[in-house]
């Protein structure tokens, strides 16, 4: 990609990118979590559980959905907000803004996680969904550790994709 010639915004040496990147993680998961306003939580976890319920019962799968409960024959899946890919999109986006590129960058990064993180997080919750039909007994292993370090491991491939596409750097100049 060619060089930027805006102005780069960000942590250029790896203590401030880590400072900042601490900073920007507490002021979002303040705002977005701890204050964040009951009808944008809410909306979030609707959708969510929504079109979680709309992919799976197309499929022909018996499901049901009651607020953000969607009941299977064997178990009920309760979406909550930490199931809407919120805090994955918190590390992501201080990642971004920590990070020394241009706000043009900056907002194509921002861009690129909500979109992926969300593509991510449902085929996440679809894998959920699948286990909660066909595989019981594996549902929690699925959930708490299969799930929780693939999500990681995808967030920060997707923001490596990012540095590494659409910032200008190329690895010979961030090694300097």
Request: proline fraction near 3%; charged fraction near 15%.
């Amino acid at each position: 990609m060619a060089k930027s010639k805006g102005k780069v915004l960000g942590g250029n040496k790896p203590l401030s990118f880590a400072g900042l990147f601490a900073l920007v993680a507490v002021i979002e998961y303040l705002l977005f979590y701890q204050f964040a306003p009951e009808i944008l939580v809410n909306g979030l976890i609707e959708a969510n559980a929504r079109l979680l319920y709309t992919i799976v019962k197309a499929t022909g799968a018996p499901v049901t959905l009651v607020a953000e409960t969607l009941t299977f024959p064997n178990m009920q899946l309760r979406i909550v907000y930490e199931c809407t890919g919120g805090f994955a999109m918190f590390i992501f986006s201080a990642c971004v803004i920590a990070f020394p590129s241009t706000l043009r960058s900056k907002l194509l990064g921002h861009v690129i996680g909500a979109i992926g993180i969300f593509a991510i997080n449902l085929g996440r919750l679809l894998v959920l969904a699948w286990a909660a039909l066909h595989a019981r007994g594996i549902f929690d292993f699925i959930h708490k550790y299969l799930w929780q370090a693939t999500f990681i491991i995808l967030v920060l491939a997707l923001w490596a994709v990012w540095v590494n596409r659409f910032t200008g750097k190329k690895r010979d100049e961030r090694t300097k």
